[in-house]
């Protein structure tokens, strides 16, 4: 039988129904709609496991690398400015004293 005939057989039967001699495709196209409306239970772990797979199949994106210059040359030594600045001024640990006046 061709799949082009079979279908046809099929629409047939769902746009006689229910005045048609068979009904099997029908009762079973309305079981499956009935069955797939319904949230299923394990729905959690389908939609983990599938974001897992998609995630998988993407290519991991390239980390970032960091230039690393000679020791001693011009741009290590900016480097090195830019480091300090960066860096908290360590406080002392009294307060000023406070002047006579």
Known sequence: MDIRSGFAEYLHELAVFPNGKY???????????????????NWGIF???????????QPPKP????????????EW???QEKAAKLQPQPSSQFPPRATPT
Request: proline share 7%; hydrophobic share 40%.
């Open 23 to 41: 009904d099997d495709q029908v009762d079973s196209t309305a079981q499956f709609l009935d069955w797939i409306k319904k949230p299923m239970p």
């Open 47 to 57: 939609e983990a496991t599938r974001r897992l797979a998609q995630a998988l199949e």
């Open 63 to 74: 980390q970032p690398v960091k230039t690393v210059f000679a020791k001693g040359s011009m």
């Open 77 to 79: 030594l900016a480097e």
